[in-house]
């Protein structure tokens, strides 16, 4: 996504980094000559606000991550959710005859669609990694079952954007051991990354009215959780850490009610295509 300027080409690497370059793009959804009911770019925006939003938080820490590599992995998985949140926004966009870019720029924090965990700020090293954990191990297996979706554009994105996702989720992993069995400060920090997280994992299972008129085509929220939970569970026994309890957050973000996080975010990201329109460079 971009205001303008020409994409950059980049090599493949191991973990299936994504090319933003349009061809590319186009490529993806080559099977969807067809252009998506309302319902449907309607949850394409769901998918599309939650990958975007997580990306513009993790490109934050291109150098300022723990070390050089770190700049690099987390860049490289903000590149990815760009990648996720393009085709999905595109598929979105089609309904109403806006691009992605509009999407991305022109909307008001009431029209977003992303769940209150994509929103929730960085915080130190150890917040970002529990953020990644759960949201990782959620987008996983949501496009393991997207990709059985009746709408060959959702299957399609899904198909491509879980090998991704796989890796998004085995580096959390990496980290919640690396500093859950560190040192006693690495671990004091990565308990409060998790328990200031978790108020937000239930939001993700949430059925709203909009499934129940996507029967087949979107994957049910409260069908995920049992796996999500079952892939979580042992990793956070092998670091030893216990599963946080607490109060639950409400929610809303699917209904365009958002977190206070949403807004300085959203004005960040949106600040040189306003103040420009139509620029190019």
Do not use: C
């Not at 300027?5 to 994504?18: I, K, L, M």
């Not at 770190?70 to 806006?98: K, P, T, V």
């Not at 690396?178 to 990565?190: F, H, I, K, V």
């Not at 958002?258 to 620029?279: D, F, I, K, T, Y």
């Amino acid at each position: 996504m971009d205001h303008g300027q020409a994409p950059v080409a980049t090599e493949p690497d191991a973990h299936g980094h994504v090319d933003v370059d349009t061809v590319q793009l186009s490529a993806e959804l080559v099977e969807a000559a067809s252009v998506a009911s309302h319902d449907v770019a309607e949850y394409a925006l769901w998918l599309g606000d939650d990958s975007l939003v997580l990306a513009q938080h993790l490109g934050w820490w291109i150098s300022r991550a723990p070390e050089l590599e770190e700049d690099i992995a987390l860049g490289n998985i903000a590149l990815d959710l760009i990648g996720h949140a393009r085709s999905l926004l595109h598929y979105a966009g089609a309904e109403s005859g806006r691009t992605e870019d509009d999407l991305a720029y022109w909307r008001d924090e009431p029209q977003w669609r992303s769940a209150h965990l994509f929103e929730q700020p960085n915080g130190d090293f150890a917040h970002t990694i529990a953020r990644q954990f759960i949201a990782a191990h959620y987008l996983f297996e949501l496009y393991s079952a997207l990709m059985e979706s009746t709408d060959a554009t959702l299957a399609a994105i899904a198909a491509k954007a879980v090998k991704e996702v796989d890796y998004h989720r085995d580096h959390s992993i990496q980290w919640v051991l690396r500093l859950a069995q560190g040192t006693d400060e690495s671990r004091r920090r990565m308990i409060t990354g998790l328990s200031d997280l978790w108020p937000f994992v239930d939001e993700l299972f949430v059925d709203e009215p909009l499934i129940d008129r996507l029967e087949g085509v979107a994957v049910r929220p409260s069908s995920l959780r049992a796996t999500v939970e079952a892939a979580m569970i042992p990793v956070l026994a092998e670091a030893e850490l216990e599963v946080p309890r607490g109060f639950i957050s409400s929610g809303g973000g699917r209904r365009g009610d958002h977190s206070e996080n949403l807004g300085p975010l959203l004005a960040e990201l949106q600040v040189l295509a306003r103040a420009h329109p139509g620029a190019k460079w």
